[in-house]
């Protein structure tokens, strides 16, 4: 019932910005850690970005500086700011998100995917 919606993929230029959001729905009670991972053709998903708990942000080397991590509680919703985005950020970009739904039950869940793509 829980389920991730990631949007705000597509085509940038180098030196351009995307912002990405993923919602969560379908009786969440509580978000708890929530990231992005990217994964390139060919290559394996890496984490991009995560919220492993309220106050406290990691970031990739890669991505450190250009991008920024946050949240709104009220929308349970996280998003990704790309800013000086280059071509090697393409891939396709997934919301992860754990927490509790009903309460008292904990879930763990990946988003769809959106596709980013750098290219002038």
Known sequence: QVQLV???????????SLRLSCAASGG??????????????????????TIPSPGKTNYAESVKGRFTISRDNAENTVYLQMNSL???DTAVYYCNANGFFRATQY??????????????
């Open 6 to 16: 990631e949007s705000g993929g597509g085509l940038a230029q180098p030196g351009g």
């Open 28 to 49: 969440i009670f509580r978000l708890n850690a929530v990231g992005w991972y990217r994964q390139a053709p060919g290559k394996e998903r890496e984490l991009v970005a």
């Open 86 to 88: 280059k071509p090697e």
């Open 107 to 120: 879930f763990e869940i990946w988003g769809q995917g959106t596709l980013v793509t750098v290219s002038s």
